[in-house]
């Protein structure tokens, strides 16, 4: 027989299943707090250290596959990051992570990159702070799931929305704003990012 929990649920709880959370609750700022840390010494290591880099992002994501390369710094807030086999990210890479963000096998990330699944009510009346009886001011906050497909190219300083998912072997183009789910094996691009074709063997590289 399984267990099955009985009470409220806890903020960390509500985070991770799309519900409404606080996010200056204890046990969200202590994990921040570690995860912060771990980065800010992932972020201060010389290339020819792999295998410490490795180590500290092993320990703090849920999955981080074989020949993964995150080049610092990189920043995100709860390690909610699964990220495939042979996938490369390039400089600056945020992950605002209070949901799940997948990242499949052999993904390419450039520069400058963020994915997001933060979001905040959109009526000022649900944005308005509160105040624990402790003073802390917070403002309550959901998030929602962003979902990277295998053998997609993710291009420089493009922004992948709540919620987002792209389907495999899709190219994102440079500077897109990703506001909705984009299909399979197509060139999208712009803010809001559309699908401009599909990708075809006519776009093969020919070096002459």
């Known amino acids: 027989m399984h267990d099955v929990k009985t009470g409220p649920m806890t903020d960390r709880e509500k985070m991770l299943s799309g519900n409404m959370y606080n996010p200056t609750d204890g046990e969200l700022e202590e994990i921040r707090l570690n995860v912060h840390s771990q980065l800010n010494r992932y972020n201060l290591t010389r290339d020819d250290e792999q295998k410490l880099r490795r180590e500290i992002l092993e320990s703090i994501t849920g999955y981080f596959g074989e020949h993964v390369i995150i080049q610092p710094p990189v920043y995100f807030d709860y390690g909610n990051l699964f990220i495939g086999d042979g996938s490369f990210i390039n400089f600056r890479f945020t992950a605002i992570d209070c949901a799940k963000i997948e990242i499949g096998e052999n993904v390419l990330i450039g520069p400058g990159v963020t994915l997001a699944t933060a979001m905040h009510p959109m009526l000022a009346e649900e944005r308005k702070t509160k105040r624990h009886p402790d003073g802390k001011v917070y403002g309550m ?19 992948i929305l709540p919620g987002v998912s792209i389907g495999e072997g899709t190219v994102i183009g440079a500077g897109s704003v990703v506001t909705r789910d984009i299909p399979e094996g197509v060139l999208a691009v712009g803010n809001p990012c559309r699908v401009v074709r599909k990708l075809t063997k006519e776009d093969a590289v020919r070096i002459k």
Do not use: D
């Open 141 to 159: 906050e959901y998030a929602l799931p962003v979902r990277i497909g295998n053998h997609v190219w993710i291009g420089s300083s493009a922004v």
